[in-house]
């Protein structure tokens, strides 16, 4: 507060190279991203002849529209919005009814529990164990697969079980008399009160689903099942590009090329995530740090 | 308090787990979850010491003892896997630790409230985008004809287009510099937390001392967020054989591999693609023991420092 009126010419020289300094730290970081959009706003071939660094030089939004008619596309992105939205209200609330019973601090066993959880934030099975796991549960080609093995994370359970006990007990007993049971008093009055937390999760695993593509690789034969991110890798990595434009019912396929589709595709791909996560930000920021400090 | 209760205590514990019989059932099928997907795979492990084809349970397999474990450490690839591995994580522990903290730190400088927020909201965007749409990215911009080629070009300082994804030599600095950008500002989020906790009477009386900005970071900010530092340090070096395994992915191919095959690109090649499970399954233990290890030194050496530990 002293300084406040008084600046000294150290200090305003710190204030300003410290402004530039992050100004530039912003420009990098969204820049890549500009780029993207402005070339997947152009036509593709011209857009090969590259050069386009600011602003669209042929306008055109042939390319989502190639996008949104290559059947291929939107059944991998209807994949992917399915299993986001049915895979995070499933971990979301099952790891929440977990995690509120080994809150109680009376759980007979919840030691024994806790530790049993423990163990999994340090050990696991690795990459094929789990794989014939998977194989042994007939989830290899099932929708189910990027669901159930990930419904439950010890991780959050934590960040859920710190939360609960903040929550007075005052709450609890009051439903308790009125004759609630413990599912009644979790869904009734728990869940609605942990709505920040609830947020919190639920937008780290959204994330997590939307994004994943690994699941997708190594569990998925069946081309009609893979979600959005596992087709951009099979075009991106493996650089099968060819495919998406052979995909295209005709027409069109003058003017877009395999790469400006593609670069449309992942702007389509990000779009959403985009648009959710300033809303959930000043979540997020508390669950991190009840997730994080006390860990 | 006996002579209360009179029921034998047995009683009185079976009548409490009567009572709670809900929340226990809650508990057991969070426990179950846990045995079948994290304690089974567990069990699973036992293949590296057995010789498991994919007709066999892996009861039925034949022991083998330590065979695959030395066939890995003869294997040509294991000098080359162990450096990458290494290296790509050290530098990421050097150079990516400290950055986000002193991110933090200066930007915690910022006056303006208004404009920090949106500092920070633009910062930590690219933590959100999936490694397959930054590995899109970054194909686009490091081809022939890419944006850094044409830049390098228009400014003289190469005479040819670099093919950066096909040369072994860039992999590494790819793959730490991108990191970096994805992950500066979720990582800072955690520090500017823990900064903002800080008293500012600490602040106003080393104004009062004479302290300029620097001198406020050094000796009032570090020293008051070093047990959050450690902790994050801590989980850092535990992780760094982690050597992020998607992000690899996207961005190796068959030219890069000499710089691009980590122990877990290894795995999921000798596994997934090659079908060799035992030999791929006792890699994978031989990396979680190292992992193990760093876990166990970083936290006693932190606890030593400044008492502070994990466990």
């Known amino acids: 507060m002293l300084s406040l009126n008084r600046k000294t010419k150290g200090e305003a020289l710190f204030d300003l190279l410290n402004n530039i300094g992050m100004l530039l730290i912003c420009f990098v970081t969204l820049y890549p991203i500009w780029y993207v959009v402005v070339n997947s706003l152009n036509e593709g071939v011209d857009g090969m002849r590259g050069g386009i660094y600011w602003w669209p030089r042929i306008f055109s939004f042939e390319n989502y529209m190639g996008v949104f008619r290559n059947p291929g596309i939107m059944t991998a992105m209807g994949v992917t919005v399915a299993k986001t939205l049915l895979g995070t209200i499933l971990h979301v609330f099952f790891t929440a009814m977990v995690a509120y019973a080994f809150s109680r601090r009376e759980l007979i066993g919840g030691k024994i529990y806790i530790f049993i959880g423990t163990v999994t934030l340090f050990f696991g099975g690795g990459l094929i164990p789990t794989y014939l796991l998977m194989k042994d549960l007939h989830l290899l080609d099932n929708f189910l697969v990027y669901i159930i093995p990930v419904m439950f994370s010890f991780f959050d359970l934590i960040i859920f079980m710190t939360f609960f006990r903040e929550i007075p007990d005052g709450l609890e007993e009051a439903a308790e008399i009125d004759g609630a049971n413990d599912w009644s008093i979790f869904i009734r009055i728990i869940i609605p009160v942990s709505m920040p937390v609830i947020a919190t999760i639920s937008l780290f695993h959204g994330v997590y689903q939307w994004n994943d593509y690994f699941t997708g690789v190594i569990y998925m034969n069946n081309m009609d099942l893979q979600p959005i991110q596992t087709y951009l890798y099979r075009v991106v990595a493996q650089s099968s590009s060819n495919q998406m434009v052979a995909q295209i019912p005709g027409g069109i396929g003058k003017t877009v090329t395999s790469q400006s589709i593609k670069l449309a595709t992942m702007v389509v791909t990000t779009l959403p995530i985009v648009f959710v996560y300033p809303f959930l930000q000043r979540y997020f920021v508390k669950g991190m740090m009840i997730g994080s400090i006390k860990g | ?311």
């Open chain 2, 1 to 311: 308090m006996e002579n209360m209760r009179p029921s034998p205590p047995r009683r009185h514990w079976m009548r409490k787990l009567h009572r709670q019989r809900h929340i226990q059932i809650m508990a057991l099928l969070g426990i179950a979850w846990i045995i079948l997907f994290n304690y089974v795979p567990m069990y699973g492990i036992i293949i590296a010491f057995k010789d498991y084809r994919i007709i066999r349970t892996i009861a039925e397999a034949p022991w083998v003892g330590l065979e695959h474990f030395k066939a890995f450490f003869e294997d040509d690839n294991f000098v080359n896997v162990m450096k990458n591995t290494l290296g790509i994580s050290l530098i990421k522990l050097i150079i990516g630790f400290p950055l986000p903290i002193i991110f933090a730190l200066f930007l915690n400088e910022i006056r303006s409230l208004r404009y920090k927020k949106a500092i920070q909201t633009i910062s930590y965007l690219p933590h959100f985008l999936s490694w397959v749409v930054l590995g899109g990215i970054l194909t686009t911009w490091l081809a022939d004809v890419g944006i850094i080629n044409n830049i390098l070009l228009a400014l003289n300082l190469i005479k040819e287009p670099i093919s950066y994804l096909a040369e072994p030599d860039y992999f590494w600095g790819i793959i730490i510099t991108s990191d970096i950008w994805k992950e500066l500002g979720w990582s800072a989020i955690i520090y500017l937390a823990a900064i903002s906790s800080v008293s500012p009477d600490l602040y106003e009386a080393a104004t009062i001392d004479g302290a300029g900005r620097f001198q406020k970071m050094w000796y009032v900010t570090l020293p008051s967020i070093k047990g959050t530092i450690s902790i994050l340090f801590i989980l850092a070096v535990s992780g760094v054989l982690n050597s992020n395994f998607d992000q690899i992915l996207v961005l190796r191919n068959a030219l890069n591999e000499s710089a691009s095959n980590v122990i877990d690109i290894y795995v999921y090649q000798t596994g997934m693609l090659s079908g060799r499970f035992s030999y791929s399954t006792a890699v994978g233990l031989f990396k979680s023991v190292i992992a193990l290890i760093l876990l166990l030194i970083a936290n006693s050496v932190t606890k030593k420092l400044n008492n502070t530990s994990l466990f």
